[in-house]
Antibody
Framework: EVQLVESGGGLVQPGRSLKLSCVAS????????MNWIRQAPGKGLEWVAY????????YYAETVKGRFTISRDNAKNTLYLQMTSLRSEDTALYYC???????????WGQGASVTVSS | DIQMTQSPPVLSASVGDRVTLSCKAS??????LDWYQQKHGEAPKLLIY???NLQTGIPSRFSGSGSGTDYTLTISSLQPEDVATYYC????????FGAGTKLELK
């Protein structure tokens, strides 16, 4: 069974940093591109970042470019999202999702909650 | 940036109804569009990819169509378990979700 489990969320002050993790199981993680998608409370979905299977291709939404860094460790079957200079508008549930080139996202985690507030 | 407009924002329908959800892109997206279903409190689920391809395990009452700027998700016979918010998502240029259509039972 394909499974994605996010962790690392929490309450953080504006301007601070936080790192999310997503552990994958049930499939060959190193063969798949991976994404982060977020959902602000009561709002719709927003694609955040993509990383290819071998980390050669990385893309970001304009809203997070320069502040967030996506990475992965294929030996540990883990996807990361390093978030810096956090703003209140980054408050959201952050999902990791499997999907090549940020499309056909066929497996999703349950999300990690990030709240940016003083 | 490509904008995706979904209509209606909220749709009320009865069990057994044929339901049509619309998604309009601000420019041609060449069928590079997926549909996702999100039930309350759950993660999104892929329903349809590349406009009209049914994801494995999704009931055949779901179908997608469209081209150019106009796309449609159809549920041929609405079931109670289909109550959810439905999002279209384009990846032709950048990556953009629509605002969603909330489907309710009448």
């Amino acid at each position: 069974e394909v499974q994605l489990v996010e962790s690392g969320g929490g309450l953080v002050q504006p301007g601070r940093s936080l790192k999310l993790s997503c552990v994958a199981s049930g499939f060959t993680f190193s063969n798949y591109g991976m994404n982060w998608i977020r959902q602000a409370p009561g709002k719709g979905l927003e694609w955040v970042a993509y990383i290819s299977s071998g980390s050669s291709y990385i893309y970001y939404a304009e809203t997070v470019k320069g502040r967030f860094t996506i990475s992965r460790d294929n030996a540990k079957n883990t996807l990361y999202l390093q978030m810096t200079s956090l703003r209140s508008e980054d408050t959201a549930l952050y999902y990791c999702a499997r999907g090549a080139v940020a499309r056909v996202m066929d497996a999703w985690g349950q999300g990690a909650s990030v709240t940016v507030s003083s | 940036d490509i904008q995706m407009t979904q209509s209606p924002p909220v749709l009320s329908a009865s069990v057994g109804d044929r339901v049509t959800l619309s998604c309009k892109a601000s420019q041609n997206i060449n069928k590079n569009l997926d549909w996702y279903q999100q039930k309350h409190g759950e993660a999104p689920k892929l329903l349809i990819y590349y406009t009209n391809n049914l994801q494995t395990g999704i009931p055949s009452r779901f179908s997608g169509s469209g081209s150019g700027t106009d796309y449609t998700l159809t549920i041929s016979s609405l079931q109670p378990e289909d109550v959810a918010t439905y999002y279209c998502y384009q990846y032709n240029s950048g990556y953009t979700f629509g605002a969603g259509t909330k489907l309710e039972l009448k």
